[in-house]
């Protein structure tokens, strides 16, 4: 088409100069030495020119540290043109494909790798090679290295130094400018772009998407990333490393990007519909199934939650330990109140909640999508739990497997309220878990039985000082009972910006007289198995400090009384289980009421 052969132009990112695309790479090189910046580290930086195979008026020139992977490359590229609906991609260089999801097969010619390679490993100067993002309704990009240079960068990361202006696209039917198009799923073909003024025959059924300056335009759900021409754009990752090491924090960093607006656009869709078909109907929180995570061995194990009408939410247990512990606390005793042991399991969680249970961050994303949602428990709300922190925000990873594991969960539970023995396995330990394959060009999901690996038994390693020991020891004996609890403050401790933890309170309390004996904070920054070492050591300062010896500790957790009978036992102090503690109880209250009134 006649669009395709107009010289394109584009602005410089850095100098913001409007430069036609055959001049680009010329100028960028200049104008990048002219903009190094002072201090930093020198690190060898890749220049990429990016355009779209079958539409080259769309171009991008980027620039990225050679220690950074593929997987940052595809993530960018899906950010700024391509992120629609998860779909997956790949590169292609010299005949080898790197896969966001390899297929474990090498039926369909030579076998895949991962995008986990640095680019320096695979990339040099002058190699050209492509990029497929969606196996159905692909878009091909062509990627071309056009200079390796050493400079100083005090932020490595995907920086975009140049970008095409929106090409002069017109409308078909009165020649004006375009701004939408009649989506055939195809792309920009010229009979279907229409201007504001113009729209659909009154007789004709069509979907009018917005055209966007991407290769992407009016295929498959794309209706653009947001990024713009007013501001550069980039990807910048943290490092306080030399060139060398640069490639791990950067890929280390991964793990903590900000979620893009389509991987959301995909989440939000998923919980909708999990809203509507409200699979907690015919399912208990017990009927539990796994889905394996594309391109990996991670698998998360699904339960939906409702089924007695309280709450309404899916939650994905992160791995076989989180599940196996999952099934201790739902065979656990009455006695306790498991709602703080649930929080300890690494976990995604997609709720619906009443709409002041969201944050202002959560209320932005939705306003961003343009989605309206009005009711009690009707607010989708999507968490990360991680031991001994505040359940926080998702990164990109958690929002993409969050999003996978649901649309599953839609298919699967659909499936098992006319079969519910699919879920029946003869060995206790088996589970039905849906995995990802590759078949030719197609991707499917599959049924597949997976025995579940029990994790091995942890050993708590409990240390008292000798001399606190002694100390104890020579207390007056006979001091009467004391009540001991272990237990969750309310609100959150961090930085902000940062994943806040919990604060957990060990209290001792006199029962008669309701005396506090002691208190001690514990965060669980190093891991819940640190923290539970130190409790028993905690507890004895505590009686120090009072100068009090019990002859009994009574506790209603059966987790703290497995930590302390055996230690106080051999100090021939009885630890008892009981159903309450009313002591503990009243100071908790007083505790909560004088935190209230301080904030």
């Not at 796994?290 to 194990?301: A, L, M, S």
């Not at 899916?314 to 709602?339: M, R």
Request: with cysteine; proline share 6%; aromatic share 8%.
């Amino acid at each position: 088409m006649s669009d395709k052969r107009r010289q394109s132009t584009g602005r410089c990112m850095l100098c913001k100069k409007s430069i036609n695309k055959g001049q680009m790479t010329r100028h960028v090189k200049k104008c990048a030495e002219q903009h190094s910046e002072d201090g930093g580290r020198s690190m060898m930086l890749f220049h990429l020119v990016v355009e779209g195979k079958h539409l080259p008026m769309y171009w991008l020139h980027l620039e990225m540290p050679g220690a950074m992977t593929l997987a940052h490359l595809d993530r960018f590229l899906r950010d700024i043109w391509l992120e629609c609906c998860g779909h997956l991609s790949c590169f292609t260089i010299e005949g080898q494909r790197y896969s966001i999801s390899p297929a474990e097969d090498s039926l369909f010619g030579p076998r895949e790798e991962t995008m986990n390679q640095k680019l320096y490993s695979v990339l040099e100067k002058g190699m050209t090679f492509h990029h497929e993002y969606d196996y159905g309704s692909t878009t091909e990009l062509k990627l071309r290295v056009v200079d390796v240079r050493k400079r100083k960068v005090k932020m490595p990361g995907v920086v975009l130094l140049a970008r095409n202006e929106p090409p002069a696209w017109t409308c078909a039917r009165c020649g004006k400018p375009a701004t939408r198009l009649r989506s055939t799923g195809w792309g920009p073909d010229p009979e279907s772009l229409l201007c504001a003024g113009c729209g659909c025959d009154e007789d004709e059924e069509c979907m009018l998407m917005p055209l966007v300056n991407s290769p992407r335009t009016g295929v498959c759900g794309y209706c653009g990333s947001g990024a713009t021409m007013d501001e550069p754009w980039s990807q910048e990752e943290e490092s306080t490393t030399d060139d060398d090491e640069v490639g791990q924090v950067v890929a280390d960093g991964v793990e903590t990007v900000q979620p893009d607006i389509g991987s959301w656009r995909r989440l939000y869709a998923a919980a909708d519909q999990i809203m509507r078909l409200a699979p907690w109907r015919w399912l208990l929180e017990t009927d539990v199934f796994g889905v394996q995570f594309p391109g990996t061995d991670e698998i998360g194990y699904v339960s939906i939650m409702g089924n007695i009408g309280e709450h309404y939410a899916v939650s994905v247990y992160l791995g076989d330990e989180a599940l196996t512990k999952f099934w201790d606390i739902e065979s656990a005793p009455q006695i306790e109140d498991n709602t703080e042991r649930i929080l300890e399991l690494p976990q995604l969680m997609a709720s619906f909640e009443d709409r002041d249970m969201l944050e202002k961050a959560d209320r932005e994303i939705i306003r961003q999508l343009g989605l309206q949602y009005r009711g009690k428990r009707n607010w989708p709300l999507f968490r990360s739990y991680r031991p001994g922190f505040y359940p926080w925000f998702l990164e990109q990873n958690e929002v993409e497997k969050l999003a996978t594991a649901l649309e599953q969960a839609i298919g699967l539970a659909m499936r098992l309220e006319d079969r519910p023995e699919l879920l029946k396995m003869e060995r206790g330990c088996d589970f039905l878990v849906r995995v990802c394959r590759k078949r030719g060009s197609d991707v499917v999901w599959e049924d597949s039985v997976r025995e579940l690996t029990l994790p091995e038994p942890s050993t708590l390693n409990f240390r008292i000082d000798h001399a606190a020991i002694d100390e104890f020891e020579s207390l007056p004996a006979d001091a009467g009972p004391a009540e001991v609890a272990f237990f969750l403050a309310p609100g959150r401790v961090g930085t902000p910006g940062q994943r806040p933890s919990f604060t957990y309170l060990l209290l001792a309390v006199e029962p008669e007289s309701c005396h506090i004996l002691g208190l001690e904070l514990f965060q669980a920054l190093d891991g819940l198995h640190r923290m539970w070492e130190e409790i028993p050591a905690k507890l004895v300062s505590i009686l120090n400090k009072a100068g009090f010896a019990p002859d009994e500790l009574q506790v209603s957790s059966p987790r703290l009384h497995e930590f302390l009978a055996p230690i106080f036992g051999d100090l021939g102090i009885r630890v008892s289980l009981w159903e309450s503690l009313p002591a503990v109880e009243e100071v908790k209250e007083s505790l909560w009421e004088f935190m209230a009134g301080r904030s």
